[in-house]
């Protein structure tokens, strides 16, 4: 993956940032981190100079308001609640070369500098607005304490900031029957003073930006371009909420930044802070402004907006000539059983209570089988069995063991060396779907990618049962293994981006000590050397039975019940 003139390519691979009211479930993981954890695995094994930062957003209402209940300081709560995120991302092997926070000082410094050059540039004003205030809560309601009915769509349970059923950005007030989130009642308006992005100024530049940007998925760049046609509002750049970063403008002491405007900024504040760690201060530049650089940011559907127009209005803006969003790799909704997730209706399952029950590998492998790429997808426990039994033990992990064994059995554990072309049509089989697998993760299409993965082993299934090697004479059957057992090679590199400790596992089983992440993908092309010595083969995975996947439902209701 050489850039210009033979310099590596360099890619940003940004992942939404968690708020730390409460732990991700699966549709949040799939939607951002764990698909920017293979993105970022198999880039840098492409020979890309990769920087994958995310953090945990931590300012707001929602902590402010869950903090009090609870009887301590907002601080102390999401600062506990982003240690334990970020202990389960580390048990899910995210690869993170920074996982960051937004109350880490080198964001907030960075955040009150962005802003302050945002307002010098002429893109911030002052206006006094009404704004909802809930008498019984005593405190004025950010977008998202603020419910109520859509006015396009007429979804009842739109947010004040956006309807998460049609995508459309909104301003409280023009919900109608507007509750308060926090306890249902009716809030009031109230005159105060905030200050304001002034988007408007910025919808030719951004109406450029989405028409020339042919990186865009369709999903994206429609909804965009959507929005731009209906004309873009100002938006709240201030709260009147104590828990937050002070906002920088004259006259502004005792607002606090908008949690939404100030978390997109992480992205860039996470990468100073990375290179600041590595004594190399001012190499963040090389990735934010130098217009080579790739970003790609992994989001839910319903962060489009916020991604496509927002942030890149907001780059702009600065007039520091940060590079814009290269493309944004969103994924439509993960359901449970139909349904969206809801931890107070014991809906889905979390990613604590996940790893509780079943491996790693087999959540990453699943649900980048089922990742909703191109539509809403369902989990449900019945295809969670479905997808790990078939397709990656009795599928994958048959076939790796059923190589292993030949070599094992039929030549004193070390790789055969090919005397005919017994295993041509194999390599063939590998060269061409090798191609496609390749073209899907260059396209961020993870599910596609593994399922021509499966397709590929599958094939080597089928190649194994035709010719029968440990029926032919040794010579011939030397050429069928080889072939085969290249493929477990090329299976076990293209692997380790979804599932990257049982990869490593499948590596060390061919014989190498190493490991495979300091491998390029391209080694997928080439053979396992002829002689080298295979350790004795164990079997790599157990299956699901009915009985597991009752206990782990069981264990999971047990969990939730004694937190």
Request: aromatic share 12%; hydrophobic share 40%.
């Amino acid at each position: 993956m050489a850039g210009v003139e033979g310099r590596k390519e360099r890619w940003l691979v940004l992942a939404a940032w968690p708020y730390v009211h409460g732990v991700p479930h699966l549709g949040n993981l799939i939607g951002s981190i764990l698909s920017a954890d293979v993105a970022a695995r198999y880039l840098r094994m492409k020979g890309a100079e990769v920087v994958f930062v995310s953090g945990s957003d931590m300012h707001g209402t929602p902590i402010e308001v869950e903090a009090l209940k609870l009887g301590v300081k907002p601080e102390e709560l999401a600062e506990r609640n982003h240690e334990r995120i970020k202990k389960l991302f580390e048990r899910w092997n995210i690869s993170f070369d920074n996982y960051s926070k937004t109350e880490s000082e080198t964001h907030k410094r960075f955040v009150r500098e962005f802003y302050e050059k945002v307002y010098k540039n002429g893109y911030v004003f002052e206006d006094v607005v009404q704004l909802y205030y809930c008498p019984k809560d005593q405190l004025f309601l950010p977008d998202r304490f603020v419910t109520g009915t859509c006015p396009y769509c007429g979804y009842e349970k739109a947010y004040g900031d956006q309807c998460e059923n049609c995508g459309r950005l909104l301003e409280p007030t023009l919900l109608l029957n507007p509750r308060c989130s926090i306890c249902g009642s009716k809030p009031v308006l109230k005159t105060t003073k905030h200050w304001f992005f002034d988007l408007p100024k910025l919808q030719r530049a951004l109406e450029e930006y989405i028409s020339g940007n042919e990186h865009l998925p369709p999903n994206a760049r429609n909804m965009s371009l959507q929005i731009l046609k209906e004309g873009l509002k100002p938006r709240a750049l201030t709260r009147d909420n104590r828990w937050g970063i002070p906002a920088p403008f004259p006259g502004a002491e005792g607002k606090t930044i908008y949690v939404w405007m100030e978390a997109v900024l992480g992205y860039i504040s996470a990468t100073i802070e990375y290179f600041e760690a590595r004594g190399e201060p001012e190499r963040w530049k090389e990735f934010w402004l130098d217009p080579s650089t790739k970003s790609v940011y992994f989001i839910g559907k319903d962060n489009i907006p916020f991604h496509t127009l927002i942030l890149p209005a907001l780059l702009i803006a600065s007039g520091e000539g940060y590079v814009l969003p290269w493309t944004v790799a969103s994924t439509e909704y993960l359901l449970f059983r139909g349904l969206k997730f809801s931890k107070s209706k014991r809906v889905g399952v979390w990613i604590d209570e996940a790893l509780e029950v079943f491996p790693v590998d087999y959540w990453r492998f699943a649900l980048i089988a089922l990742r909703p790429e191109l539509r809403d997808t369902n989990f449900t426990w019945e295809e969670f069995q479905r997808v790990v039994n078939n397709d990656l033990i009795d599928n994958i992990g048959n076939f790796v063991h059923r190589v292993l064994v030949l070599v094992q059995r039929k030549f004193e554990g070390r790789a055969p060396e090919p005397k005919g072309e017994e295993g041509r049509p194999l390599l063939k089989e590998l060269e061409r779907r090798f191609a496609e697998i390749s073209s899907s993760m260059d396209a961020f299409r993870f599910k596609e990618a593994l399922s021509r993965i499966v397709a590929l082993s599958s094939s080597g299934n089928a190649f194994l049962n035709e010719t029968k090697p440990w029926e032919l004479e040794r010579d011939r059957a030397a050429g069928v293994v080889h072939a085969a057992l290249h493929l477990v090679k090329a299976l076990a590199i293209m692997l380790y981006p979804i599932i990257p400790s049982s990869a490593q596992r499948i590596w060390e089983l061919l014989g190498y000590v190493d490991s495979i992440s300091d491998h390029s993908w391209s080694e997928a092309l080439e053979p396992v050397p002829p002689g080298q010595r295979l350790p004795e083969p164990k079997p790599l995975f157990t299956k699901i039975s009915d009985e597991d996947i009752q206990a782990a439902i069981s264990k999971i209701e047990s969990l939730r019940a004694g937190s």
